[in-house]
DNA sequence: TCATTATAGACCGACGGTCGGTCGAGAAAC
DNA sequence: GTTTCTCGACCGACCGTCGGTCTATAATGA
């Protein structure tokens, strides 16, 4: 019945766990004991571990931010020009990584409100200064000029989560295009290169 | 004891009771029990009007959206300039009608997540297609020009309601008055007219 | 008088969180 | 080498709260 584990790695298997649930069947709508019955520990253990349920989301949210920024960090020292690096920036926080297994998902909008804004503030937070960084250098290069770094990064940053977030906006795949190509075009327009300069690059790469 | 009211006023009185105290507890921490106390019903009663406490919530954002885009629309048959009806529509929409009577208001970020995806997503999909009315009526006059008018303003949008939202980014007014700046001026770039064009016009009629 | 509508509040089950206590490995004492 | 002690990990019964249900009944009106 009883089993010691290393403190560390209890402490990821419930993480692990929850977060493995709370995409599963939403944050709201997944209870303390399925955690439990998940990681096959009792009630006190839980709580020897954290202090409430919303304390196990805040540690996904933060090792699921912080991967996202050290994925972006280390591109700074990419032999690239700028325009790349901002794009494997993006793509460096655009990992929806769980598989999804489960078809559920369409009916959780409102059970992972807490969870999406809590990812799109540490989103925020932690990729704008990165993010910064890779436009400073496109600066010094010349690639580019920029007005108001910090804060065109943040209105970037936000605007993106947000609109291309399926869980806040049911938006067929034509309108989630439209998104995009505008979202790319005020980039261009933050960043005053030519029009299409960033949207033709994009779908050389991905398109 | 028992008081029997019109089947309207009843339910906005429920309404704006639970509006009152979402803002002032926070969604979550508000209990059902908190609106009866307040409204002076029962438990029946509440829920012979709305089939749950998220229902309410639900009727407090569609009639503050609603309020917030018949307001904008007005605008609309003003006879004014179309920079003038753009700015006029976006004061429509900051309506922190709510006195902040509580200290305690500090403490809600997490506690109105739910109510703050619900007010952006219904104010984006409310708001968006009466701003563009205006941008297209900006267009034919020559005031300026717009690639893609929805989507510019549905990013105009979520931004802002995202950034300047003090429940989930904690910033003082400097960093307040920055984004502000950079919000105005990714509108003017979305619509090509020159640099702080559009500042100087809000510096005159509010700055 | 009878049906419908509005109100009431006791009651329920589920859930997040607490609390007192158990277990066993290893350090310390003898 | 054995006993004692400490301490961190773990357990699960229990509790209070909360959203939601159910049934009774008062008021209305046809």
Known sequence: MRT???YDDRKNEIIDAAERLFNAKGYEKCTVNDILNEVKIAKGTF???FKSKEEVMDAIVSRYTEIAAQRAERVLCLDTSPLEK??????????KDQVHDDMLEELHKSDNALM?????????????PVLVKIIEEGIEKKAWSCRYPLQYMQIFLASSLTLTDEGIFE?????QKEIMAALISVLEKMLNVSEDTFMKAFMQNFG
């Open 4 to 6: 010691i584990k290393d």
């Open 47 to 49: 709580y020897y571990y």
């Open 86 to 95: 901002l794009m494997h920036a993006f793509m460096a926080m655009q990992m």
């Open 116 to 128: 999406h804004q809590k990812t799109l503030n540490m989103m925020v937070l932690s990729m704008a």
């Open 171 to 175: 938006q067929n795949t034509d309108s």
